[in-house]
């Protein structure tokens, strides 16, 4: 069973949280703030973080910062009340895997801690093997029928992203977020260039295909 630590001041909205954690078939633990929640990491094996960012002492940005730098690289899920975009940006740029704003919908939430939980486990793995092609994360290198192919690291974040989760959409927007710096002068055309990049290299793969959703963004199929 996951377990799923939330960290939020507010003992209601804890409470409230535990239950649907708990309908949902995870393990939840619980802390008020920044420095219990240290402690239940070390007192536990925690898959993935809610973490409110608005708490005492030491608030979300900066206990996420924290970690980071100390190597802890478990997904965070930040929920919060501030819904501005610099508050987002700041998220992003202290480490954080996702961001809701409150008030959160439970099955959207629910939703996005599963893509999480997945997402982190194929990474934890550092291979991913689609028929054929396995991709290889530490060495960002592509083996299709046994020959080895490297990358270029934004092309293989890309297609590794596309390929950890077939069938979804990604937006261009959702990919410039989590592939480049938020505060990259790159435009959303690039994701376009590497895309077309990324077709024209694997445009002969019997395992995958990438297309593109009118007025969408893009995603990736499964050929077998």
């Known amino acids: 069973m996951f377990q799923i630590l939330v960290v939020e001041d507010d003992a209601n909205t804890r ?3 535990e239950a649907v954690l708990t309908q949902y078939g995870y393990q939840p633990v619980l802390a008020r703030d920044a420095s219990q929640a240290l402690q239940r990491l070390e007192s536990h094996h925690i898959d993935l973080i809610v973490l409110d960012v608005m708490l005492p002492q030491m608030d979300g940005f900066s206990f996420t910062r924290a970690l980071r730098d100390s190597g802890n690289d478990v997904p965070i899920l930040m929920v919060t009340a501030k819904e501005a975009q610099q508050d987002k940006r700041m ?9 809701m704003v409150k008030p959160v919908d439970e099955e959207e939430m629910m939703l ?10 194929v990474a ?5 093997q689609i028929g054929a092609t396995e991709l290889n994360f530490t060495s960002l290198s592509i083996a299709v029928n046994g020959k080895n192919e490297s990358l270029p690291k934004k092309e293989f974040l890309l297609l590794f992203k596309l390929l950890s989760t077939p069938g979804r959409i990604f937006t261009r927007r959702q990919l410039m977020d989590e592939i480049w710096d938020l505060d990259t002068e790159s435009d959303e ?3 376009d260039v590497h895309i077309n990049r990324l ?6 793969n019997e395992d995958f295909e990438i297309l593109t ?11 077998k």
């Open 91 to 99: 998220g992003f740029l202290a480490g954080t895997d996702d961001y």
């Open 124 to 128: 934890a793995d550092r291979k991913l």
């Open 189 to 191: 055309r690039t994701v």
């Open 15 to 17: 409470k409230l949280m």
């Open 213 to 223: 959703v009118r007025g969408l963004g893009y995603k990736a199929v499964l050929l």
């Open 199 to 204: 077709r024209d290299r694997f445009r002969n």
């Open 112 to 121: 996005r801690i599963a893509a999480l939980l997945r997402r982190s486990h």
